[in-house]
């Protein structure tokens, strides 16, 4: 039994697992100061296609992750293989994603102003 909140988690999260997604790669991209860094965490599904979802991510005063959204990456519907962040950039950081077929996929990720 148990509350509706939490059951929901489980079933969605069960759904999720039967599927057969797993994560195939992480990306971590500090914060420059106390601001928010990156998440970018490279998922593996069924059909073989790589799939990579982007966090927000904070570590003070604790750990804060917060969903931004997918990357867009290869049209092929090819594997994910790797994942890597390029910081050091005037206003954000670069992701690279390489795909199974050897192809790259570069996404400049700007730092929002204010």
């Known amino acids: 039994g148990g509350g ?9 999260s069960d759904e999720r697992t039967s599927r057969g997604a797993s994560i195939v790669s992480l990306a971590w991209s500090l914060p420059r100061s106390l601001g928010a860094g990156r998440l970018a965490v490279g998922w593996s599904v069924p059909r073989g296609e790589g799939v990579v979802s982007l966090f927000s991510a904070s570590l ?17 519907g090819e594997p994910l293989v790797s994942l890597r962040f390029t910081g050091g950039l005037p206003r954000g950081s670069l992701l690279s994603m390489a795909w199974g077929d050897g192809r790259v996929t570069l996404a400049p990720l700007y730092d929002a102003e204010g």
């Open 60 to 76: 003070l005063p604790s750990l804060q992750v917060r969903a931004l959204g997918p990357v867009r990456g290869h049209a092929s």
């Open 4 to 12: 509706g909140g939490v059951g929901g988690a489980r079933r969605r």
